[in-house]
Antibody
Framework: QVQLQESGPGLLKPSETLSLSCSVSGGSINDYYWGWIRQSAGKGLEWIGRIYSTGSTNYNPSLRSRVSMSLDTSRNQFSLRLNSLTAADTAVYYC??????????????WGRGILVTVSS | DIQMTQSPSSLSASVGDRVTITCRTSQKILNYLTWFQQKPGKAPNLLIYAASSLQSGVPSRFSGNASETEFTLTISSLQPEDFATYYCQQSYSAPRTFGQGTKVEIK
């Protein structure tokens, strides 16, 4: 059973940079897309982007100028960085996996989520 | 971006009721539509993928259908554990977009 676990700071100040990691257990990071989705009261569920095990990325155009993703296959982890934070970035951040053997690659596994609050 | 219009935003129903939730997309997405269930304080859980395929372990009272740009999630006989919020998501193109959610409450 694949499990994903987010880690990182829960409280940041405006203009700071968010760095989150996601540890993958119960399966390999290879040959899958891994992504980040956030959920806030104001905007519902928002897809941030994804990274393939080879390192290729797709980002949401609304966040592209501020976001980057990376992965470490040796540690079975992948990461999110989001800079120039504002209060609007306050949300629960989920790391997710996209299925590899189903057309359209639906999101089939989610982490528990981590609440990130941006406040001075 | 593909726009997702989900309706209703909330509904009240009784145990045993048949419930249908609709998701309309702003363009054709083949069948690349996923339904999730989310309970308070938990991550969303995959129910249906490819518009009508039931995820392993999901009760058969859940079903999905598709017609052009209209997708539906039906719960044939609502059970107490089904009271939750349901979301649709398209995986046809990036950015992957979600519906605004439907909260199913107890009448």
């Amino acid at each position: 059973q694949v499990q994903l676990q987010e880690s990182g700071p829960g409280l940041l100040k405006p203009s700071e940079t968010l760095s989150l990691s996601c540890s993958v257990s119960g399966g390999s990071i290879n040959d899958y897309y891994w992504g980040w989705i956030r959920q806030s009261a104001g905007k519902g569920l928002e897809w941030i982007g994804r990274i393939y095990s080879t390192g290729s990325t797709n980002y949401n155009p609304s966040l592209r100028s501020r976001v980057s993703m990376s992965l470490d296959t040796s540690r079975n982890q992948f990461s999110l960085r989001l800079n120039s934070l504002t209060a609007a970035d306050t949300a629960v951040y989920y790391c997710v996996r996209e299925a590899s053997n189903i057309a359209g690659r639906p999101t089939d596994y989610w982490g528990r989520g981590i609440l990130v609050t941006v406040s001075s | 971006d593909i726009q997702m219009t989900q309706s209703p935003s909330s509904l009240s129903a009784s145990v045993g009721d048949r419930v249908t939730i609709t998701c309309r997309t702003s363009q054709k997405i083949l069948n690349y539509l996923t339904w999730f269930q989310q309970k308070p304080g938990k991550a969303p859980n995959l129910l249906i993928y490819a518009a009508s395929s039931l995820q392993s372990g999901v009760p058969s009272r859940f079903s999905g259908n598709a017609s052009e740009t209209e997708f539906t999630l039906t719960i044939s006989s609502l059970q107490p554990e089904d009271f939750a919020t349901y979301y649709c998501q398209q995986s046809y193109s990036a950015p992957r977009t979600f519906g605004q959610g439907t909260k199913v409450e107890i009448k």
